[in-house]
């Protein structure tokens, strides 16, 4: 219990102190950007001494790892408004004040658990949950699914069908004319077609099939909230699983995204499922991979992470061979199963969607980073050669590369009406040849474009980009996706929409910004490594893979993409919050 409490309270006092001397040398100086960080490596340096000097041997893996922590968010903070500074998106406030907010609600973050963590177990104290079995755990994964559903329900009656944007209208076209597109994943296409037809043969009315989709999706949610929760009550004590329960149930985000008929949803899904997984094999060490139900749950999670995510497949084969190298009683399932459902992925991509009829995206869509940075660098006005000129010219106007380059989003280039595709697609090799030669020119131009796109995933100090629904007024054409509030009374809830409700009120930001998950992830893993417990570390693999192949191809960084981190993040806190604990007879 000791190393838990040093450890919290490290983290706080470090962080705290390190922001504090910034903001008042800041605040007196009027120093610059380059300036920040001079302070920042000086009052770490500070730090440092001081652990050197008057820590313990026994004490001093927590410190290092708390001011690692604490440096690492401070670095991100000044960088980060650095680069929103740049971009225009710097809020009225003035350097030192966003430091010192953003400091001081961390280390209260740090203080509120700190007084929480005496009633954690101690190391290897079995955590008394043998008695919570049969019954007993059924009836409560019923009672906690059913809470989170009645939490979520005013928002399904206000946002009814469901919350829709312009990926839903684009998928609902294609079933409305059989024209398929791999642009958005087939099989959630697929999915989403069979709803409609549900209600199509019923004689509904057309938007009642969506609705039937968001209120499914809102129960399956629900159901991983609660499952989340037994996976903790069964592993820690009952108040950490409840303050989770409670978050899922309460935290707008969730609600609003539990009926967002997004590929993205289902896909989180899968990914924090494979987390708990992951933890569930550590215990064992293997064991329950052994099992058939087990067995068959992994591979289905496997093939939702390929399949409803383009970008899942990287979460795939970046995962599994960690998961192999430590489950070695394992390692031929793993490795056969992991294989079969890549060997699936690839033959369906590359033959069964165009045996199918299904058209395949542009290739624009992997190169959102790199079109970013070409755009940033014609705007910057760099000097080019004429053959990069020539090779740019022949995709779009030179002028245009500069007059749509928009730093956070790499949409209005991709989108544009004069983009040829087909020039691009015919000379990928010329592409990729220019793109490189001005990388070597111009690599700070191609840093601040990549941090201008990326830093919302990172930036723990800034409101939530999201749009929800949609209405007559921007979507006449497609009517069964049109906002139609079956309780208009509860209009309020447009109040609790995240990016209203961050904007209004900042102290909401680490529940619902985009740049806070990963902080929380690798909070958790900090604190797995004080408890002397890193092979558990293995479970943030899957997270950590996922939010780096966004820091490589996302064109737009929005909470949905990261939605996994949201709904994992508590789980991890959770577990290792609770105590190391005995794992319970039967599985979660």
């Not at 929103?84 to 001081?104: C, D, E, K, N, Y």
């Not at 192999?324 to 033959?351: D, E, N, P, Y």
């Amino acid at each position: 219990m000791r190393a838990y409490r040093t450890f919290f309270s490290t983290v706080g006092q470090a962080f705290l102190s390190l922001w504090m001397a910034a903001a008042c040398l800041i605040q007196f100086t009027g120093s610059g950007a380059a300036t920040h960080y001079v302070i920042v490596a000086l009052v770490s340096a500070v730090c440092w001494l001081l652990v050197r000097r008057a820590v313990s041997r026994a004490n001093r893996r927590t410190w290092v790892l708390a001011l690692a922590f604490g440096f690492c968010m401070a670095v991100a903070l000044v960088v980060g408004a650095g680069i929103r500074a740049q971009t225009g998106l710097l809020p009225a406030s003035p350097a030192w004040m966003i430091a010192f907010r953003t400091g001081g609600l961390w280390a209260l973050i740090g203080v509120a658990l700190a007084a929480v963590l005496p009633v954690v177990p101690q190391e290897g104290e079995p955590a008394p949950l043998d008695a919570f079995e049969g019954k007993t755990h059924r009836r409560f994964f019923f009672c906690a699914w059913g809470a989170i559903t009645l939490c979520w329900l005013p928002y399904f009656l206000f946002f009814y069908p469901a919350v829709c944007t312009y990926d839903t209208i684009d998928q609902y076209a294609q079933i409305i004319t059989g024209v398929y597109s791999n642009h958005h994943p087939v099989l959630h296409t697929l999915l989403m077609g069979l709803f409609v037809k549900v209600g199509s043969l019923l004689r509904l009315p057309e938007h009642v099939g969506v609705a039937m989709m968001g209120v499914c999706q809102m129960l399956a949610m629900a159901a991983l909230g609660a499952t989340v929760g037994l996976f903790l009550r069964r592993r820690a004590r009952a108040w950490v699983a409840y303050a989770v329960l409670g978050f899922y149930a309460l935290n707008p985000l969730h609600a609003f995204f539990s009926l967002a008929l997004w590929k993205d949803i289902p896909f989180s899904a899968a990914v924090t499922v494979l987390v708990m997984m992951i933890w569930r094999g550590i215990e064992s060490r293997g064991a329950v991979f052994g099992r058939r139900g087990f067995s068959v749950a992994y591979l289905c999670v496997l093939v939702l992470l390929a399949f409803f995510r383009n970008n899942g497949i990287i979460v795939l084969v970046g995962s599994l061979p960690f998961l192999w190298l430590w489950c070695k009683s394992a390692r031929r399932f793993i490795a056969c199963s992991g294989a079969g459902v890549l060997a699936v992925f690839l033959v369906v991509q590359l033959w069964g969607w165009s045996a199918m009829g299904v058209e395949q995206p542009h290739m624009v869509e992997a190169l959102a980073i790199p079109l970013q940075q070409i755009g940033h660098t014609i705007q910057s006005q760099q000097r080019l050669t004429e053959a990069q000129e020539q090779t740019l010219s022949r995709i779009m106007p030179l002028e245009r590369w500069a007059q749509v380059y928009d730093p956070v989003s790499a949409d209005r280039i991709k989108q544009h009406a004069d983009f040829d595709h087909e020039a691009l697609e015919s000379d990928p090799v010329g592409f990729a040849r220019t793109w490189f030669q001005m990388g070597l020119a111009h690599p700070v131009k191609y840093l601040e474009a990549h941090a201008g796109l990326t830093h919302r995933y990172w930036y723990p100090d800034q409101s939530v980009l999201c749009y929800f629904w949609v209405t007559e007024e921007t979507k006449k054409d497609v009517t069964a996706v049109v906002h139609r509030a079956l309780v208009p009374r509860l209009r309020v809830l447009k109040r609790l929409e995240p990016m209203a409700l961050t904007t209004k009120y900042p102290v909401t930001w680490p529940f619902l910004a985009s740049g806070f998950p990963i902080w929380y992830v690798l909070f958790a893993g900090c604190w797995l490594v004080a408890q002397r417990r890193s092979r558990f570390l293995l479970a943030i693999v899957p997270l950590v893979v996922l939010w780096a192949s966004l820091m490589v191809l996302a064109p737009i960084a929005e909470p949905r993409y990261i939605y996994a981190l949201y709904l994992a993040a508590p789980l991890l806190l959770g577990l290792t919050a609770g105590g190391k604990g005995r794992p319970a007879k039967s599985d979660a």
